[in-house]
């Protein structure tokens, strides 16, 4: 087995960052975004395949007819979304996957994405790689099918209607969408027996930064201002800033439909972004660390801690709910259902002995109860732990 190399994990989680998006939250994004199938990262990660083929390309279907719908990316060109029909089996088994990309919470920034694949799907690669979650491979996927046999026109109006199964994931920005909308997803399937949501590296934390501010909550106010979606939480009480009705801890106390929820404990997007955004650290102490997390010294290690115990006091209530799953791994990493190397390979995170697709599979077909908590980093000698060479700049 060729060791990974931390250069090509650099590699993937570069362009897996500066991958995707969308995902949105106003009315017409949701027809956008459930019309998604099974639509992939166009830049899929570079990393080593386990498998013994190369990742499946699949080309890119433009939805024309969703511009008479006014469901259009940020710069008017029609939505897109990655298909791959299934066969046999999969035929009635559904995968819609949700990509990231984060958000844009002012005029300036969103417009910005329009000479992206985040705002345009001219900006889209025109094929996608299939891969981790979203890949047909046994030896990277032990169980998924992605499937549908008509065209996707059919698949739209009838076909994804008689699935069996249908699994609505999402990472990042994309498994926040998730949480968002596995009701309504759940709601539109009303005689498919089995709908479950997963969300991968979504759940964002309402938390004090490293300044003592709440950069991440003042960040969804704009958001939230932006594209007016306070309506879409009716649960949402009038007395907190719109933003706050944004975070997982929120949303996920409605929601109805089995969830998994897929996260890792010091995810590497948040302790960026979240934790430690631009302008929480003048000095710059946090440089290193927030890039790799073997350079963080013991202060910084402890403020990473308290970080994970507010995940994990986040999503205590959710411990209680039999039919749903979680996978808390303690790596320094994101999107881990995307890449093969952090869903399943013989090298791949484990908790337990059980890789996330395989806690994913046993809770998905009801095996077992799956609530996978690691111990605190550095405990887990599996993990992959993203290593960057420069900070992610979002726009
Ligand atoms: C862990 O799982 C692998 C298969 O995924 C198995 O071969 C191995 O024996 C297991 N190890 C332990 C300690 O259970």
């Not at 897996?16 to 949105?24: D, T």
């Not at 972004?273 to 997390?293: E, F, K, T, Y």
């Not at 809770?363 to 599996?382: A, M, Q």
Request: some cysteine.
């Amino acid at each position: 087995m060729p060791p990974l190399s931390a250069h090509q994990l650099r590699l993937w989680w570069r362009r897996r960052v500066a991958a995707l998006a969308v995902a949105l939250l106003a009315a017409a994004a949701l027809f956008f975004s459930l019309s998604r199938y099974a639509a992939a990262p166009p830049a899929a990660p570079k990393a080593p395949s386990y498998g013994h083929r190369l990742p499946t390309l699949v080309d890119i279907t433009l939805v024309h007819a969703a511009k008479d719908r006014g469901a259009v990316c940020l710069d008017g060109t029609p939505p897109a979304y990655h298909f791959q029909p299934g066969f046999g089996d999969g035929s009635h088994k559904w995968l819609l996957h949700l990509e990231g990309g984060s958000w844009c919470p002012s005029f300036k920034s969103c417009a910005n994405r329009k000479q992206t694949n985040l705002g345009s799907s001219a900006h889209m690669d025109s094929r996608a790689e299939f891969v981790g979650i979203l890949s047909d491979d046994p030896s990277q996927n032990p169980e998924a099918s992605v499937s549908g046999k008509q065209s996707w026109i059919e698949l739209l109006s009838k076909g994804l209607a008689r699935a069996k199964q249908a699994f609505l994931t999402g990472c990042s920005a994309g498994g926040l969408s998730t949480y968002i909308h596995c009701d309504d997803f759940r709601a539109l399937l009303p005689k498919t027996p089995i709908v479950k949501c997963l969300a991968d590296g979504g759940f964002f934390l309402d938390v004090e930064d490293i300044s003592g501010r709440r950069h991440m909550r003042s960040f969804y106010n704009g958001v939230a201002q932006l594209q007016d979606v306070r309506k879409k939480f009716p649960r949402c009480s009038s007395d907190m800033e719109p933003g706050q009705c944004f975070f997982p801890r929120e949303v996920a106390k409605a929601i109805t439909t089995p969830m998994f929820i897929l996260n890792p404990a010091y995810d590497v997007w948040q302790v960026e972004h979240v934790l430690s955004p631009a302008g929480s650290d003048p000095q710059n102490l946090w440089q290193d660390c927030r890039m790799d997390i073997t350079k963080c010294n013991s202060k910084q290690l402890e403020i990473l801690q308290g970080f994970r115990k507010e995940l994990l006091d986040a999503i205590s209530e959710f411990k209680n709910r039999r039919d749903w799953g979680m996978f808390i791994d303690s790596c320094f990493i994101h999107c881990q259902s995307m890449n093969a190397l952090t869903w399943h390979s013989p090298v791949a995170t484990r908790i337990n002995n059980k890789t996330a697709a395989e806690a994913v599979g046993d809770w998905f077909f009801g095996r077992r109860e799956v609530k996978e908590i690691d111990c605190e980093y550095p405990c887990n000698p599996t993990c992959y732990n993203a290593v960057l060479d420069r900070p992610y700049k979002e726009d």
